[in-house]
């Protein structure tokens, strides 16, 4: 083989090298950008934490991962960042509680990942977050009152049979759940669950909810809000519920209800102020 054969080999070689190595970092840039990927918050400020929370996260981190998301979890409220959240395709905030946020940067940073499109999913107690904040409330959809006595059984009637967080459920759902109450709930919400409230033992149920909504209470919905998207429920007090097949789907349903177009953060149009009502 001649001098200049070998050199055209090695030269052909190289170049395979490098496409090959070139086609790889592209595959591999492809395959991250097409990741979604889901903050796990779990801050609580001073008041009553509950002991679900690592539960939760073990639950929502296999039954996500499992549908090709990246999991981050944090209790940290100074990854309410801009530059952080843009990463993320949806916040959980999973039994969050009273005070959610330090600083009104923080709450600014989450307000304008909303505004600019943004998902979130909010579980159980992560509704009596940010109680002085009425913007909050009106983003999850309502903000907690009181729940009736204990932890009991009562049936759930399912509203809406279309959404992916409650197809898998029957009609009438017999559930042991703390029932909850919330006051000043967003007019905008689809209900996809109600609690019937016959099946409530609750002695002052009659001073609130009433018969503002009849005999049904909305325990769980989805709507959109200031440019963002948002599902909640108020189930999820114990931990074991965690394992029960029926709340995970409910759960994962909601995640998918939230992430079910390419998230696209638009930045152009939202509040450079906190918006506080």
Partial sequence: MSNQTKINVKNTIVILIVGMTLASLFSFSRQVQSEKRLLVYTKNGEGYVHDNIAKSIEMIKGKATSIGFVVDVSNDPQVMNEGNLKRYDALVFSNTNNEAFDTDK?????????????????????????????????????????????????????????????SHLPDVWAWEDECYYLKHLNPDINVLLAADLRTVEDEQKDEYPGQVFGNYFPISWCHEFDGGRQWHTSLGHKIEYYDNPAFQNHILGGIKWVTQEELKLDYSKVATQLILD
Avoid at 116 to 141: D, M, Y
């Fill in 106 to 166: 923080q709450k600014l940073a989450f307000q304008r990942y909303i505004q600019a499109g943004g998902r979130l999913v909010t579980i159980h107690s992560a509704c009596g977050s940010e109680r002085q904040w009425p913007w909050f409330w009106k983003n999850v959809g309502g903000t907690f009152y009181r729940h009736a006595p204990g932890g009991q059984t009562f049936d759930i009637k399912r509203i809406d049979s279309d959404n992916p967080s409650t």
